[in-house]
């Protein structure tokens, strides 16, 4: 299967590197965005801007969106010139928004009375590996749909991971941030404890970076801090929390309390309240 025609709603970070993948790979595609400027960078890579979700959506089979949560999706879908009613019956739906997993299932159901698929996308990775193709993705959705989609995801990445039904990429997102989030705010605590008690900061790092104690995101996390490199970030500090907030509305949801979650996402509240949401939640590791 291939899709001759592609719009892409949401041109934000990761939004344009996934436009300008598939710009890069061959396709046609249309794009649109809240923010007009934001289109102008893939306009002269050789994409078409439309002034609408509805005039995006026109002649498209495929429809990437990556906006920013649920509310901009509905504004995008089933707002005033909103791309639902003018999608043909049919048209595969690729949402790599940041909504919840009920959200996902409401939007899934709303988009199938009017006959179109759905697929939920939640890309691991940063914007620039979008567009070199070198994301890793959890995808959920009915099966069917999502073999539909793989001609997409083939561009953005080789490693897919299937999550079940609708919801199920957003809450394995949510698990990997749980542990992440409570990871870095647990190794913060026990890096400024260590100091506090008379250890040298940098020794302390290095031995904890090269001990079987440490994750992978850890020792990542630490050759970010000692090379003081937070932008750009893989993670940023308010997605960070955003998720760690959410893994614990869906937890309670389930009747769970996870009050090590609970804890990290105060953690990441109190960075995004002193202004460093945009930084890599390596930040968190700063004395």
């Known amino acids: 299967m291939t899709y001759s025609s592609i719009t892409c ?16 790979t061959g396709h046609r595609i249309v794009v649109h965005d809240p923010a007009a400027p934001r289109a102008e960078p893939l306009v002269a890579d050789g994409a078409v801007r439309a002034d609408t979700p509805a005039d995006a959506v026109g002649a498209a089979d495929a429809v990437v969106i990556s906006l920013d949560d649920e509310d901009a999706v509905r504004s995008a879908l089933f707002g005033p010139d909103g791309a639902a009613a003018a999608l043909r019956s049919g048209s595969l739906v690729v ?39 070198e994301l890793r993705m959890l995808v959920a959705g009915q099966d069917e749909h999502v073999a539909a989609s793989r001609v997409l995801l083939r561009h953005w990445g080789d490693i897919v991971i299937p999550a079940g039904g609708l919801g199920g990429a957003l809450t394995l997102k949510l698990v990997f941030n749980a542990l992440l989030g409570a990871q870095l705010a647990s190794l913060a605590e026990a890096v400024g404890f260590g100091e506090r008690a008379g250890l040298n900061r940098e020794q302390l790092l290095g031995a904890i970076a090269s001990s079987n104690f440490a994750s992978a995101a850890m020792t990542y996390r630490i050759g970010l801090l000692r090379e003081n490199r937070f932008t750009q970030p893989a993670a940023s500090s308010a997605m960070l929390h955003e998720d760690l907030r959410q893994a614990v509305e869906v937890a309670a949801e389930h009747g769970m309390l996870i009050p090590a979650v609970a804890a990290a996402a105060e953690h990441f509240g109190t960075i995004v309240d002193a202004g460093d949401g945009d930084l890599d939640a390596a930040v968190a590791l700063r004395p």
């Open 95 to 133: 949402d790599t928004s940041p909504v919840s997993p009920a959200g996902s299932r409401r939007l899934g159901a709303e988009l199938a009375e009017l006959g179109l698929r759905r697929v939920e996308i939640c890309p691991l990775g940063r914007p620039d590996q979008a567009r070199t193709g």
């Open 9 to 24: 709603l949401g041109l934000g970070e990761m939004g344009a590197g996934l436009a300008g993948r598939l710009i890069d």
